[in-house]
């Protein structure tokens, strides 16, 4: 399996500022995700991450708001703009496992708390 | 539509004591892929099993298991001789393609 590493790992936030979190992978991946769980919620997709294109989001997420980078086969940001205390959520970025296809797995999460 | 239910919220066990942890999915795809993920307290996400939907063969590792029967729509997790360690927020997830629906999790908690 994959080792996916992320940061910030936590984070408190004023409303109305934006905040980039950060995926790193130690493998070369095609696919990335995004997902949001909010508190005692389960995960919900934000957008998937391709590298040299466009990200894909999913219906109630929109890129103005969730902006996402993916510079390389190895790294994607995500970032959280004009924040509201609604936002406040874990964030986790996945990767399909290379060789194990429909296998995701997860990195630790950044848990957001915007007050 | 595409849809995971988990109807218990939350179990609590003793330690030793087997447990088991239901999952119902819809979908109308007749390929697809179901999945156990563990969420303990530290808050990661850990990978349990993938099941794709032409394998109905049940699957032991240790004292895991998982029993998925397509005729129900089921692929219910269970726990032997529980630990503590178990105490976590199981989620059930329905895969078609790449993207993952999760239900809403069982919260175990296994006492000592």
């Known amino acids: 399996s994959a080792v996916i590493s992320q940061k910030p790992s936590r984070d408190i936030c004023q409303r109305g500022t934006s905040l980039t979190i950060q995926c790193q992978v130690d493998s070369q991946v095609t696919m990335m995700f995004w997902y949001r769980q909010q508190p005692g919620q389960s995960l919900t997709l934000i957008a998937t991450a391709n590298q040299g294109s466009e990200a894909t989001y999913e219906s109630g997420f929109v890129i103005d708001k969730f902006p996402i980078s993916r510079p390389n086969l190895t790294f994607s940001t995500l970032t959280v703009s004009n924040m509201s205390p609604e936002d406040s959520s874990i964030y986790l970025c996945s990767v399909e496992s290379r060789g194990q296809s429909y296998e995701q797995y997860f990195g630790p999460g950044t848990r957001l708390t915007v007050t | 539509a595409q849809k995971v239910t988990q109807a218990q919220t939350e179990i609590s066990v003793v330690e030793k004591e087997d447990v088991t942890l239901d999952c119902v999915y819809e979908?109308?795809?007749?390929?697809?892929?179901l999945f156990w993920y563990k969420q303990p307290p530290s808050g990661e996400l850990v990978f349990l099993i993938r099941r794709n939907s032409f394998d109905e063969q049940n699957e032991i590792s240790g004292r895991y298991s998982w029993n998925f029967q397509k005729s129900t729509s089921s692929f219910n997790f269970t726990i032997t001789a529980s630990q503590v360690v178990d105490s976590a927020v199981y989620f059930c997830?329905?895969?078609?393609?790449?993207?993952?629906?999760f239900g809403t999790g069982t919260r175990l908690q296994v006492f000592p």
């Open positions: 997830a329905l895969g078609k393609g790449d993207k993952l629906i």
């Open positions: 979908t109308r795809d007749t390929t697809y892929y």
